[in-house]
């Protein structure tokens, strides 16, 4: 792997930038970041030719483009270092929960927080269980609203192997919590989760005091499902 791998890959991007879709990009993201102006199936493709080519970093190698990736304005580039982390999502170590957690709180906006949240941290967890509990509480007892949505969310895909006592706790440390983005994320695992056990969900969501949102995006998947 050559040493500039990263700029080889900065480069490849930025030689499709277009300026005319970059403003509208922008403006969606709520002018929170810059952007080239590159869609999401044409920069997908990009990557992949690029990495077809180049081949993916080592896991030492990777952190130093990953974390290169991640300090370019454009946020194609932050969305770039997420498909070179899933890439080698079951090969990471432990210590890869302290760049996430860097990821996490730098240039932090849902896009690329539930991306680590639902598919990085989730996969690294799995492997490491033994990370769980240290890091979900530090994270809830931190005053990063985007630490508390990954610990809110990590779980996403797990489907029967979800710790629902976990999940029921967590949400109940914030459940009043007035950011926009912690009402969601509660509701987005719960209603996740009724997937697989619909009664749980139910029950807990009579029991505990939750905002209007957190409730209906809670139950949106099963009353959908109930017949008329």
Known sequence: MTPDYAERLQAH????????????????MRDQFAFLGIKSPERTELVR???????VPENGELDKAVRELW????REF??????????????ADA???????????????WDTVDELAGHVVGELFTRFPALIPVYTQ??????????????????LRYKKRTDAALLFDLIRQCA?????????????????????????????????????????????????????
């Open 13 to 28: 991007l930025r030689s499709h930038a277009n300026p005319e879709l970059a403003g509208p990009m922008q403006a969606y």
């Open 49 to 55: 030719q690029f990495l077809q080519e180049h081949g």
């Open 71 to 74: 300090a370019q304005p454009e």
């Open 78 to 91: 932050q969305y770039a270092a997420l498909k070179l982390l899933g890439k080698r999502s079951k090969t």
């Open 95 to 109: 210590s890869r929960i302290e760049l996430l957690e860097e990821l996490i709180t730098t240039k932090s906006w």
């Open 138 to 155: 530090r994270w809830m007892a931190s005053d990063s609203m985007w630490l508390q949505r990954t610990a809110l969310l990590f779980q």
């Open 176 to 228: 009043d919590s007035k950011e926009f983005f912690i009402r969601k994320a509660i509701g987005w695992a719960l209603r996740e989760y009724s997937k697989t056990d619909e009664a749980a969900v139910r029950r807990f969501v009579a029991e505990t005091a939750l905002s209007p949102l957190s409730i209906r995006e809670a139950l949106k998947y099963v009353d959908r499902r109930k017949p008329q």
